[in-house]
């Protein structure tokens, strides 16, 4: 673990937790604006595009140098009640230009005034929509929230019979609403970001009509055979990052490729954090995935960095 690692670890205790309980997270979404600009970082790398799709905005971020052809979908995070912030767009600028993809970002509602149920033809329609678009490699990403959106669009493209991602690039991914796995509570009391109660009252929220437990919802639950490779990295300080863990196994007990590269001491969404080497590095790895550099064969499936 790099020392810039550890001083924002430390650092970020001393920020208020919006999920630290529902109340918690009520008077946060009460504070909070609209979705953030497109920052200067994204724009100095990519031509800006909005378009509507499936009744969203939906921003493409197109590189300005050295394009590989490659497409991303990526669907941000926020514990499905949070806007795009403007470390959504820097991340996204620093992977385009280290894999020199066209990057498509879909700004889906928002619970709890929307749910999954609005969201899921959204989903099918911006991946449709990227396929059209893309003369060789879909990759579809996400992260938090948005990781755990990615993971059902591809297994819905599945059960549908239409064309699959490439693979899956997911970071920090949330894909277990319900968090009662014994180890979530245990790395719940480590980690300096994220309340386990705020985070199941915005996935109840989410859910709508479902149970929180559905697949839909809760992904690692569902069907993991037949999916893209996977490719997720997160930190041991991350209550979400033990049902990390359940899907990268999940997906290797089917026959499936999937790689979790696990970075010590790093926090939830830490690839938000370029300062330190722990971010970068995963930035560079998730590039090259991106590009399609990756061996067939893979490393083992889980990996620690």
């Not at 149970?211 to 300080?237: E, Q």
């Not at 990268?248 to 499936?256: A, I, Q």
């Amino acid at each position: 673990m790099s020392l810039s690692m550890a001083v924002t670890r430390a650092l970020l205790r001393f920020r208020p937790r919006s999920t630290e309980s529902e109340d918690s997270l009520v008077r946060s979404i009460a504070r909070q604006g609209s979705a953030a600009p497109v920052s200067r970082a994204a724009r100095r790398v990519a031509i800006v595009e909005e378009a509507r799709i499936g009744g969203v905005t939906v921003v493409t971020l197109r590189p300005r140098r050295s394009p590989s052809g490659v497409h991303v979908v990526h669907l941000p995070g926020g514990a499905y009640v949070h806007p795009v912030r403007t470390t959504h767009w820097d991340l996204l600028a620093r992977l385009v230009r280290a894999s020199g993809a066209v990057v498509t970002v879909p700004l889906y509602g928002l619970a709890p005034a929307h749910d999954v149920d609005e969201a899921l033809p959204v989903l099918d329609a911006v991946l449709d929509d990227a396929r059209r678009a893309s003369s060789s490699r879909l990759v579809l990403s996400g992260d938090s929230a948005g990781g755990a959106l990615a993971l059902v669009a591809a297994m819905r493209a599945r059960d549908a019979g239409r064309p699959a991602p490439d693979a899956l690039v997911l970071f920090s991914p949330w894909v277990d609403a319900v968090l009662d796995s014994p180890g979530a509570r245990e790395v719940a009391a480590v980690d300096p970001m994220l309340g386990r109660d705020g985070l199941v009252a915005a996935g109840r929220w989410w859910a709508g009509d479902r149970d929180p437990a559905d697949p839909v919802v809760s992904p690692v639950r569902g069907d993991l055979s037949r999916l893209p490779p996977v490719f997720a990295y997160a930190g041991d300080r991350d209550l979400l990052t033990p049902d990390v863990k359940r899907l990268v196994r999940g997906v290797t007990g089917t026959g499936g490729r999937a790689e979790l590269r696990l970075y010590r001491g790093a926090f939830h969404v830490f690839v938000g954090a370029p300062w330190t080497p722990e971010a970068r590095r995963a930035v560079r790895h998730a590039a090259s995935v991106i590009r399609g550099d990756e061996p067939p064969a893979g490393r083992p499936a889980a990996a620690r960095a």
